[in-house]
């Protein structure tokens, strides 16, 4: 339990070292890496209904979510066949940029209350 902990508080520390995204370099790395394919051309209409929707998504979220995949099975991971390969390539500054241009975009996820 205190590992995990001090995985979260340090993982929370190191998010927060990275400067802000930059969504019009998000969109170049998201055009790159053809992010599209799956989850659809304006990131609100995925191919499949099991994959995410990402446009409007809150940045630390998303941000959160493909450093998760980059740790993979390691404390605080995600482990996904997809994602694990998606996320390889992308730098500590892509996965920024990537959460500002998603969060950027108009999507339909709502905050029910
Ligand atoms: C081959 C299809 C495919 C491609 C290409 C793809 N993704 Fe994904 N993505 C998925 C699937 C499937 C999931 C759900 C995985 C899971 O259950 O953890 C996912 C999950 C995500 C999530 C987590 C969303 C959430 O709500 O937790 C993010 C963020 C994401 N993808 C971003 C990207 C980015 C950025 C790229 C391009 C670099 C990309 N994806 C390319 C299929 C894909």
Known sequence: ???????????????SAVAGGNATAGKAV???YSCFACHG????????SSYPKLAGQ????????LT????GDGA???NNAI????????SNQ???????YFHSLPGTLATHR
Do not use: E, W
């Not at 809150?58 to 979510?65: E, N, P, S, T």
């Not at 892509?94 to 500002?100: E, M």
């Open 1 to 15: 339990m205190k590992k995990l902990i001090t995985a979260l508080f340090c993982s929370a520390v190191s998010l």
């Open 68 to 71: 998760a995949y980059k740790r």
């Open 83 to 90: 994602m694990t390969g998606q996320v390889k390539p992308l």
């Open 58 to 65: 809150h940045k630390d979220y998303l941000a959160h979510a």
């Open 76 to 78: 605080n991971g995600r």
């Open 94 to 100: 892509d996965i920024q940029d990537l959460a500002a």
């Open 41 to 48: 051309k304006d990131y609100n209409t995925p191919i499949d």
């Open 30 to 32: 998201a055009d790159k």
